[in-house]
């Protein structure tokens, strides 16, 4: 039985489903056929007006954003698929603020609704720096779907890592 890293903490029943789709080889074509085809923005500039679009519609208020980028450096593995980081600095007599967001480079290339569901994950950390009740509100409230979003993007970074591990 291959492990299935990205859903621990989930039922054993969701789980042993999961294998079983995966074992009889279903488990990419459903993925396939439910999110077909990737998406356009494939640099960083594409990014930002991505980004900024989603900002502008649900979370206008918030802080500016300074840089959003696709980063390489961004591990599922290490638990990091986006990261929302916000500096202050003193220059001079004024206080300054960056705030960025780095989406890991694998959203490049995957289903257009994983890489909402991430940039709306961020975005939501500029209103609410916990993973609390509030948090996952707005997330809801920016993408009614996000839950199953959340799950189906775990079942594609285990399918993606155990179809990697499997090739020559």
């Known amino acids: 039985m291959t492990q ?6 989930y039922p054993p029943t969701i789980i ?8 009889q080889g279903k488990l990419g074509l459903w993925l396939d056929k439910k999110y077909p085809g ?10 930002y007006q991505y980004v900024s679009d989603f900002k502008q519609r ?22 990091t698929l986006g990261t929302n980081t916000f500096v202050s600095r003193v220059q001079g007599g ?16 995957g289903p257009e609704d994983f890489l909402r569901m991430i940039v709306i994950h ?3 950390h500029l209103k609410e720096k916990e993973h609390n009740k509030a948090f996952y509100q707005l997330c809801c409230h920016m993408e009614p779907d ?19 591990k499997e090739r020559p």
Not at 62 to 79: F, R
């Open 4 to 9: 299935l890293r990205y859903l621990n903490g």
């Open 16 to 23: 042993t489903q999961v294998q079983t789709l995966f074992d």
């Open 38 to 47: 990737g998406h356009s923005v494939q640099n960083d500039k594409a990014l």
């Open 58 to 79: 649900y979370v206008r208020n918030a802080s500016a954003l300074s840089k959003v980028m696709y980063d390489n450096k961004q591990n599922p593995i290490k638990g």
């Open 94 to 109: 004024k206080l300054k603020s960056n705030n960025e967001i780095r989406i890991a480079t694998l959203f490049r290339d």
């Open 122 to 124: 961020e975005l939501a």
């Open 146 to 164: 996000y839950h199953q979003l959340e799950f189906d993007m775990r079942l594609w970074l285990n399918w993606k890592e155990l179809t990697n």
